[in-house]
């Protein structure tokens, strides 16, 4: 029998990884494309897919174990796909005083390690979690409805190119200032001063990762990784609709710990039943110094107000607005809202909601264009991109909440408005019980009270609304006005006006939101690459942070100073 490859050393990972570290730290300086993790899944071996998915089916029906971490015995679960398959997989529980225990007992160790040698722990498990981006994206598509192709890219190597960046921050952030100094002032005619200064980062404390159900580890990674790198054991509490994909992380995760020498409860899992309060129970405990929270503005904010213990970082629910005022590429605008609008069935925090249109209509390659006829032409070209049902299942995937589904029958039933494009069934020949529909397009009109009361609220899912608004300067003056109240993750404008241009960019800046320009090509108004985009601003009200920038990780430790005469 051969013998079992040795588990690496602290200094090996360092070395493994110096040169995925060095390039991602010159890749948040440039902005320049770059990605350690391809994208395309012929590239993780000739039967990788094949392999990804059988990994995944041996995960049905079973337990999932975590070896080492508390627990009481007790298992939860309930996942469901919404693609209709059985996953029926359950977890270990633990009560919170265990989770803690364990998470303050593993600190120590971890906070006393260099930033070099966080960053190469959480760099060894990218890339294992890299290796095994089939499985996960099989994961992420039958906890979040998300289609395979989407599945895989979103929910594997682009999340993990969202946690590598997190840990560049991280590492420049805490090495920023030098571990040691030498100060010398010069007395004049008497001996200088001299000192000796040390500069030791300090973690804050346990860091607490609330999951989302329709990102798990696009959302998650940022946090998770910020939070580790920067020396804070982390408890990771999934949705519990979408569970799995954050309970592979922990495990891999734990995994590298216990081999680099570390407690492999810095990375612990609290998994629920539906409906349980264990977050709300764990937000406001003492221990619990960082706080990642992506979901709903109810919850987000009762977070910010009542974790007044801990750092709290959340991205919540925005008003994604776009204005179509002019274009010199119809065709190609019309193709490229038709495709951001259908992408994951409107399930985005990126998707655009609100379209606003001058009622005199606007200016285009192919002449002027009215209200109705941009309305007209939106609606086939969704049309057009959904008729086939096989190739409207790839970019739908699935509606994973009841919520959204709700939504889509309210809305074919007219009572958001005049229907331009009622939403329909999909049918799925690989997943007969998948819920997939098609999007719904409203037209409504901007000085109507009834109309503003609801396009003005995020109507989350396929329901987008066509805003017929009294001109440029109007639909401009609401982007502002509604990403300053009821905020947004994006917004979007297509305009050969260089006035019009002028003051969109400025209603952006002045509100805080991103904003992209004259899409017509293979870039969507709901993504963001990793290492140049930044994903949310944290200066409007769907998010008080950014994906990723020095402010997303410098608050996660402090700096404390030792000093004594030389």
Same mark, same amino acid.
């Given at each position: 029998?051969?013998?079992?490859?040795?588990?690496?050393?602290?200094?090996?990972?360092?070395?493994?990884?110096?040169?995925?570290?060095?390039?991602?730290?010159?890749?948040?300086?440039?902005?320049?494309?770059?990605?350690?993790?391809? @994208?395309?899944?012929?590239?993780?071996? *000739?039967? #990788?897919?094949?392999?990804?998915? +059988? $990994?995944? &089916? /041996? %995960?049905? =029906?079973?337990?999932?174990?975590?070896?080492?971490?508390?627990?009481?015995?007790?298992?939860?679960?309930? @996942?469901?796909?919404?693609?209709?398959? *059985?996953? #029926?997989?359950?977890?270990?529980? +633990? $009560?919170? &005083? /265990? %989770?803690? =225990?364990?998470?303050?007992?593993?600190?120590?160790?971890?906070?006393?390690?260099?930033?070099?040698?966080?960053?190469?722990?959480?760099?060894?498990?990218?890339?294992?979690?890299?290796?095994?981006?089939?499985?996960?994206?099989?994961?992420?598509?039958?906890?979040?409805?998300?289609?395979?192709?989407?599945?895989?890219?979103?929910?594997?190597?682009?999340?993990?190119?969202?946690?590598?960046?997190?840990?560049?921050?991280?590492?420049?952030?805490?090495?920023?200032?030098?571990?040691?100094?030498?100060?010398?002032?010069?007395?004049?005619?008497?001996?200088?001063?001299?000192?000796?200064?040390?500069?030791?980062?300090?973690?804050?404390?346990?860091?607490?990762?609330?999951?989302?159900?329709?990102?798990?580890?696009?959302?998650?990674?940022?946090?998770?990784?910020?939070?580790?790198?920067?020396?804070?054991?982390?408890?990771?509490?999934?949705?519990?609709?979408?569970?799995?994909?954050?309970?592979?992380?922990?495990?891999?995760?734990?995994?590298?710990?216990?081999?680099?020498?570390?407690?492999?409860?810095?990375?612990?899992?609290?998994?629920?039943?539906?409906?349980?309060?264990?977050?709300?129970?764990?937000?406001?405990?003492?221990?619990?110094?960082?706080?990642?929270?992506?979901?709903?503005?109810?919850?987000?904010?009762?977070?910010?107000?009542?974790?007044?213990?801990?750092?709290?970082?959340?991205?919540?629910?925005?008003?994604?607005?776009?204005?179509?005022?002019?274009?010199?590429?119809?065709?190609?605008?019309?193709?490229?809202?038709?495709?951001?609008?259908?992408?994951?069935?409107?399930?985005?925090?990126?998707?655009?909601?609100?379209?606003?249109?001058?009622?005199?209509?606007?200016?285009?390659?192919?002449?002027?264009?009215?209200?109705?006829?941009?309305?007209?032409?939106?609606?086939?070209?969704?049309?057009?991109?959904?008729?086939?049902?096989?190739?409207?299942?790839?970019?739908?995937?699935?509606?994973?909440?009841?919520?959204?589904?709700?939504?889509?029958?309210?809305?074919?039933?007219?009572?958001?408005?005049?229907?331009?494009?009622?939403?329909?069934?999909?049918?799925?020949?690989?997943?007969?019980?998948?819920?997939?529909?098609?999007?719904?397009?409203?037209?409504?009109?901007?000085?109507?009270?009834?109309?503003?009361?609801?396009?003005?609220?995020?109507?989350?899912?396929?329901?987008?609304?066509?805003?017929?608004?009294?001109?440029?300067?109007?639909?401009?003056?609401?982007?502002?006005?509604?990403?300053?109240?009821?905020?947004?993750?994006?917004?979007?404008?297509?305009?050969?006006?260089?006035?019009?241009?002028?003051?969109?960019?400025?209603?952006?800046?002045?509100?805080?939101?991103?904003?992209?320009?004259?899409?017509?090509?293979?870039?969507?108004?709901?993504?963001?690459?990793?290492?140049?985009?930044?994903?949310?601003?944290?200066?409007?009200?769907?998010?008080?942070?950014?994906?990723?920038?020095?402010?997303?990780?410098?608050?996660?430790?402090?700096?404390?100073?030792?000093?004594?005469?030389?």
């Amino acid at each position: 029998m051969a013998a079992a490859t040795p588990a690496p050393s602290v200094a090996e990972l360092i070395e493994r990884h110096q040169d995925t570290l060095d390039r991602a730290l010159a890749a948040i300086r440039s902005r320049d494309y770059w990605s350690p993790y391809p @994208e395309f899944p012929k590239a993780y071996g *000739e039967n #990788g897919a094949e392999a990804g998915k +059988a $990994a995944f &089916d /041996a %995960l049905l =029906g079973g337990v999932f174990a975590l070896d080492g971490q508390p627990t009481d015995g007790e298992l939860v679960g309930g @996942e469901t796909s919404p693609y209709g398959i *059985e996953l #029926g997989i359950s977890y270990p529980h +633990a $009560a919170p &005083d /265990a %989770l803690i =225990g364990a998470l303050q007992t593993a600190r120590p160790a971890w906070a006393a390690a260099s930033p070099a040698a966080r960053a190469a722990v959480c760099l060894e498990i990218l890339a294992r979690i890299n290796a095994r981006s089939h499985e996960f994206g099989h994961a992420v598509m039958h906890t979040t409805g998300q289609a395979y192709g989407m599945a895989f890219q979103a929910g594997g190597p682009h999340a993990q190119d969202r946690g590598l960046e997190a840990v560049a921050y991280a590492f420049a952030e805490q090495t920023r200032l030098p571990e040691r100094a030498d100060w010398t002032k010069p007395q004049g005619k008497r001996d200088p001063l001299t000192m000796v200064k040390e500069f030791t980062v300090v973690p804050r404390g346990l860091a607490l990762l609330i999951g989302c159900n329709t990102f798990p580890t696009w959302n998650g990674y940022p946090g998770l990784f910020a939070s580790l790198a920067t020396g804070n054991p982390v408890l990771v509490k999934p949705h519990p609709r979408a569970t799995l994909p954050l309970a592979l992380t922990v495990r891999v995760a734990r995994e590298v710990l216990a081999e680099a020498g570390f407690d492999a409860n810095v990375v612990c899992l609290a998994a629920e039943h539906e409906g349980s309060t264990i977050a709300q129970v764990l937000a406001v405990r003492p221990e619990v110094k960082v706080i990642d929270y992506t979901g709903s503005t109810a919850f987000g904010e009762w977070l910010e107000t009542n974790a007044g213990q801990a750092q709290v970082y959340t991205e919540k629910a925005g008003v994604n607005t776009a204005v179509v005022e002019s274009t010199d590429n119809y065709r190609g605008m019309l193709a490229n809202l038709a495709f951001a609008l259908s992408l994951y069935s409107g399930q985005m925090c990126t998707t655009p909601q609100n379209i606003l249109i001058p009622r005199a209509g606007i200016a285009t390659d192919e002449g002027g264009k009215s209200y109705d006829e941009v309305v007209g032409d939106l609606a086939e070209a969704i049309t057009g991109l959904l008729r086939d049902d096989a190739r409207a299942a790839a970019i739908l995937g699935a509606v994973v909440n009841p919520g959204v589904l709700q939504r889509t029958v309210q809305a074919a039933g007219g009572e958001y408005g005049e229907l331009a494009l009622t939403p329909r069934v999909v049918t799925s020949d690989e997943f007969p019980g998948a819920t997939i529909r098609t999007p719904a397009l409203v037209k409504v009109d901007a000085d109507k009270p009834d109309d503003r009361a609801t396009f003005l609220s995020e109507c989350f899912g396929p329901v987008s609304f066509a805003v017929a608004v009294e001109s440029a300067e109007a639909a401009v003056e609401m982007l502002r006005r509604t990403t300053a109240e009821q905020g947004a993750m994006t917004a979007t404008g297509w305009t050969v006006n260089d006035q019009v241009e002028t003051a969109l960019v400025e209603a952006a800046l002045d509100s805080g939101v991103s904003l992209s320009l004259n899409l017509t090509g293979g870039v969507y108004p709901n993504q963001t690459a990793a290492f140049s985009d930044l994903h949310g601003t944290g200066a409007n009200p769907a998010a008080n942070s950014a994906y990723c920038d020095a402010a997303f990780v410098a608050n996660r430790f402090r700096v404390v100073e030792v000093r004594r005469h030389s």
